[in-house]
């Protein structure tokens, strides 16, 4: 079992920045690939970010590259998603996931991870 705990979230001012946190159990953490997703009440679950294992590779959503960046520290177990210049749109839920076979592959799809944290609130006032 790998429990997955986000933190950071809060309350910003359009333009501003968030740093979100997202610590993972296991011994095996540097061979997980991990994501963040975002979700808003009646709206499926979103993809935003995902890192390898061992920080190989990154994918962005295409509403949040170049202002987003995830990078993880595998001596922490901790993954850590960037949000700068925010706009009200980036208000949601944002959860953190990992994906403990490690495998690059569909990783925009939440099916593919099977751990989830119960995700923190980011709110971007206008």
């Known amino acids: 079992q790998v429990q997955v705990v986000e933190s950071g979230g809060g309350l910003v001012q359009a333009g501003g920045s968030l740093r979100l946190s997202c610590a993972a159990s296991?011994?095996?953490?540097?061979?997980?690939?991990m994501g963040w997703f975002r979700q808003v009440p009646g709206k499926e679950r979103e993809f935003v970010a995902a890192i390898s294992g061992l920080s190989v590779h990154t994918d962005y959503a295409d509403s949040v590259k170049d202002r987003f960046a995830m990078s993880r520290d595998n001596a922490k177990n901790t993954v850590y998603l960037r949000m700068n210049s925010l706009k009200p749109d980036d208000t949601a839920v944002y959860f953190c996931?990992?994906?403990?076979?490690?495998?690059?592959?569909?990783?925009?799809?939440?099916?593919?991870?099977?751990?989830w944290g119960q995700g923190t609130q980011v709110t971007v006032s206008s």
């Open positions: 296991g011994r095996t953490f540097s061979n997980y690939a």
């Open positions: 996931a990992a994906a403990t076979d490690g495998r690059w592959w569909s990783i925009r799809s939440a099916n593919r991870y099977d751990y």
